[in-house]
T-cell receptor
Framework: SQQGEEDPQALSIQEGENATMNCSYKTSINNLQWYRQNSGRGLVHLILIRSNEREKHSGRLRVTLDTSKKSSSLLITASRAADTASYFC????????????FGKGTKLTVNP | NAGVTQTPKFRVLKTGQSMTLLCAQDMNHEYMYWYRQDPGMGLRLIHYSVGEGTTAKGEVPDGYNVSRLKKQNFLLGLESAAPSQTSVYFCASSGDRGRSGQPQHFGDGTRLSIL
């Protein structure tokens, strides 16, 4: 069963613009992670935000978490063509085994 | 630093054949995972392991078996392949026991077609 659901499913922007992707989930979480997947490659971890955090930054990435709304957003500022990829949110709902449940992803296209 | 290595990268099987997918990690990670990725479905967890000699079922375990005889290796087996198992399979690993909230490191996948 999918826990996280990303919105939109696809997003096309111009280089230099900001890209915002949203993730909603259903049950209480320990943490929420965002991953990027380039075409034909494995997923790469971008950022992790814990349930007691509201916002985190990493370079051009900004992630927010609203546990009351069970939602998160990923903002990529000043996007580049190299940011073209699929982006997935993943939630951890129990400790110890470190299992993640992934959403279906947002496909981002950044046009030069 | 190889990270997570999956072999083979591509494979075509006939229905009913068996095969084993190999995953190796060189980061001394405790946890390892097998996922499948189908179009429009995201990643779904097949089986996982919390340490050498342990395995557990994930969301979609039917038709698959796994073994973790060595800490660095996690094998995924298909005993009798079916067309519904056509997919891209990803292996991942993550870090230290007792530390919560760690990122998973992924291999580049095995693209498996069952005819």
């Amino acid at each position: 069963s999918q826990q996280g659901e990303e919105d939109p499913q696809a997003l096309s922007i111009q280089e230099g613009e900001n890209a915002t992707m949203n993730c909603s989930y259903k049950t209480s979480i320990n943490n929420l992670q965002w991953y990027r997947q380039n075409s034909g490659r494995g997923l790469v971890h971008l950022i992790l935000i814990r349930s007691n955090e509201r916002e985190k930054h990493s370079g051009r990435l900004r992630v927010t978490l609203d546990t009351s709304k069970k939602s998160s957003s990923l903002l990529i500022t000043a996007s580049r063509a190299a940011d073209t990829a699929s982006y997935f949110c993943a939630t951890s709902t129990q400790g110890g085994s470190e299992k993640l449940v992934f959403g279906k992803g947002t496909k981002l296209t950044v046009n030069p | 630093n190889a990270g997570v290595t999956q072999t083979p990268k591509f494979r075509v099987l006939k229905t009913g054949q068996s095969m084993t997918l190999l995953c190796a990690q060189d980061m001394n990670h405790e946890y390892m995972y097998w996922y499948r990725q189908d179009p429009g479905m995201g990643l779904r967890l097949i089986h996982y392991s919390v340490g050498e000699g342990t395995t557990a079922k994930g969301e979609v375990p039917d038709g698959y078996n796994v073994s973790r005889l060595k800490k660095q290796n996690f094998l995924l087996g298909l005993e009798s392949a079916a067309p519904s198992q056509t997919s891209v399979y990803f292996c991942a690993s993550s870090g230290d026991r007792g530390r919560s909230g760690q990122p998973q490191h992924f291999g580049d996948g095995t693209r498996l077609s069952i005819l």
